[in-house]
């Protein structure tokens, strides 16, 4: 499956923005989707992911109350909205892909990544 993220850009301490992952050559239904992110000079990690029926979510803690994933398997797609933005979310975020059964949280467990879009929040 291929993977296209969009949506980035900057926003003000306080802002929102929906990110959207556009997932194509696959059966998108049969995939849990997560969300990562890398910040300038640190490490990748976890932001969030959503199980292919869309019932199940989950979070890292400091983006909950503030991120919610969705998807639309009918279109294909899933959206990151992100409201109460901090300069510590800046950073380029990735969507990833798995029909494994691995932990959501882990990169490893996701085979497919779309190419990173950045997200940066000025204060």
């Known amino acids: 499956v291929q993977l296209q993220a969009s949506g980035g850009g900057l926003v003000q301490t306080g802002g929102s923005l929906r990110l959207s992952c556009a997932a194509s050559?696959?059966?998108?239904?049969?995939?849990?989707m997560g969300w990562f992110r890398q910040a300038p000079g640190k490490e990748r990690e976890f932001v969030g992911a959503?199980?292919?029926?869309?019932?199940?979510?989950y979070y890292a803690d400091f983006v909950k109350g503030r991120f919610i994933i969705s998807r639309d398997n009918a279109k294909n797609t899933v959206s990151l909205q992100m409201s109460s933005l901090k300069p510590e979310d800046t950073a380029v975020y990735y969507c990833?892909?798995?029909?494994?059964?691995?932990?959501?949280?882990?990169?490893?467990?996701?085979?497919?990544w779309g190419q990173g879009t950045l997200v940066t929040v000025s204060s």
């Open positions: 990833a892909a798995t029909n494994s059964l691995g932990r959501l949280s882990v990169e490893s467990t996701y085979p497919y």
């Open positions: 050559g696959g059966t998108f239904s049969m995939y849990d």
């Open positions: 959503i199980r292919r029926s869309g019932i199940m979510t």
